[in-house]
């Protein structure tokens, strides 16, 4: 068998055990975690008349243990003092409408046999299925992170390349300075600070301050359309892309002037080799494989993490935001579920870039790399 291809078979393969991996320890965690559904909601219903007791609880949702998803079995002194007073068969009665009356190993199994065939059940809050909830928020969580990576890696590829080009020149120097300012400003203070100047904060209003489309947007013609999109999102992709340009820059510059000191730059310089021949021709591909290497990492992060505050500022209801709040409200199978869904999309795409290596260096040997 060829090398690259048992290579990318025996990945294949450790995706599924580092799958399984990543949620034993994430259900371990909240295992430990103070607090759980079963405990927010005796808080919740402490206080309500009993008349209207029952119906919070058949409002949690008949459909609880099709989730499979595991929490705090509300037990013992990990309730909180709002619980101490409520009665036995309630606590009992919530447990079981939560699908937390069984042990944690039997949670644990019957969620991950769910999810092997893509079933993540409904949220415990909100009469949807996990699927939906993620199918209505991606969307706006992929404009913001493949914009925002797309921009990143086309500004800062050609300016890292340049900076080593011009190593301690003004230009070096002085797009370091503001490539540091950039990187010190943390992404929500700079999206308040386009607000303000942009959108209508004080000065100029350029700029709409929510959403990613304005009213009416289905009877705009598809031009209209496409720059309506576009002129929702210059602020929150702004936002999130200027933070992100330093490490990818300095990256790029390094991986280049580490490629542009060794011998065979300067055996093809004193072959008579142009500066542009040597940095394009033989360069390129050593001291890119650095920076495909970051981006797997950078898009997930953009997809999945680095926009919550964004997504919040801006008024946009996205992947961010809903696992912010699922994580706040200990909504376990929106929690869980986003995890295994996003936990697998970058072990795949970690693969890809793997795969992409070889492509820019076939002289890549995969039989000599360690898997």
Do not use: C
């Not at 092997?116 to 909830?133: A, I, P």
């Not at 696992?323 to 999309?345: H, I, M, S």
């Amino acid at each position: 068998m060829h090398p690259k291809v048992n290579y990318f078979l025996k990945r294949l393969l450790l995706i599924p055990i580092t799958l399984f991996g990543i949620m034993v320890l994430n259900f371990l965690f909240v295992q430990m975690a103070p607090g759980g559904p079963v405990e927010q909601m005796l808080m919740k219903v402490e206080q309500s008349a009993p008349s209207g007791l029952s119906a919070r609880i058949g409002g949690v949702g008949g459909d609880v243990m099709n989730a499979g998803f595991s929490g705090q079995s509300g037990t013992g002194s990990s309730l909180y003092r709002g619980t101490q007073g409520m009665k036995e068969q309630l606590r009992k009665e919530l447990e079981k409408q939560f699908g937390f009356d069984k042990p944690a190993y039997e949670r644990f199994f019957f969620m991950m046999w769910n999810y092997l065939r893509f079933d993540f059940g409904k949220s415990f809050y909100q009469d949807k299925t996990v699927l939906q909830l993620i199918r209505e928020k991606m969307p706006v969580s992929i404009s913001l992170g493949v914009f925002s990576t797309l921009l990143i890696y086309l500004i800062a590829i050609p300016l890292g390349i340049r900076k080593a080009a011009k190593k301690g020149s003004f230009f070096d120097v002085s797009t370091s300075g503001l490539l540091t300012i950039g990187y010190a400003v943390p992404a929500f203070l700079l999206a308040i600070f386009l607000i303000v100047l942009f959108a209508g904060g004080r000065y100029l209003d350029w700029f709409p301050l929510k959403g990613l489309t304005s009213d009416g947007f289905e009877t705009f013609p598809w031009y209209r359309q496409i720059l309506d999109y576009l002129w929702h999102i210059t602020l929150p992709v702004t936002a999130m892309t200027v933070g992100g340009l330093a490490g990818l820059t300095f990256l790029t510059k390094n991986a280049f002037l580490e490629e542009l000191g060794k011998q065979y730059v300067i055996t093809a310089k004193a072959k008579g080799a142009s500066d542009k021949r040597i940095l394009y021709g033989h360069v390129f591909r050593n001291a890119m494989l650095i920076v495909i290497a970051g981006f797997p990492a950078m898009l997930i992060g953009m997809l999945f993490t680095g926009s919550v505050l964004i997504e919040v500022i801006f008024s946009l209801d996205g992947l961010g935001l809903l696992g912010f709040e699922a994580v706040q409200n200990r909504d376990y199978p929106v929690v869980f579920g986003t995890l295994y869904l996003f936990a697998l999309l970058g072990l795949i795409l970690n693969l890809i870039s793997d795969f992409v290596y070889t492509l820019v260096d076939p002289r890549i040997h995969f039989d000599k790399r360690m898997v």
